[in-house]
């Protein structure tokens, strides 16, 4: 069972924003490697989802390319009634407000 944990991402030089294909590579060395499928589980059982959690944009690492060759993370996002799934295109900014998705079981220990 899919048992989600967050985690900030950010380093201090960052400035309070960071590029996507940074968050991509910060994702893959902290072991957070969540997609679609895990993007999914949360929003069917969205009520599971921590009520402090709300004032993030929750990231997944997998990425996607569309057939126009632009590659994205997907995300969630508390819309004021309810959990809402997109996709953010790599070529944005990531900002403090983001927080990457983990498995707590199935990840590398992170330095949080």
């Excluded at 910060?26 to 072991?31: F, H, L, P």
Aim: net charge positive; proline share 4%.
């Amino acid at each position: 069972e899919f048992e989600p944990t967050i985690h900030e991402f950010f380093k201090e030089e960052d400035g309070g924003c960071c590029v996507g294909e940074e968050v991509v590579k910060r994702a893959k060395e902290k072991g957070a490697l969540t997609g679609l499928r895990h993007a999914e589980a949360m929003l069917r059982n969205q009520e599971k989802i921590p009520v402090e959690w709300r004032k993030f944009v929750l990231v997944f690492a997998e990425v996607w390319r569309c057939p126009g060759g632009y590659r994205y993370v997907w995300c969630l996002y508390w819309f004021g009634e309810r959990w809402c799934l997109y996709y953010c295109w790599l070529g944005l900014g990531f900002y403090s407000f983001s927080r990457l998705v983990a498995s707590r079981k199935y990840q590398k220990p992170l330095d949080t």
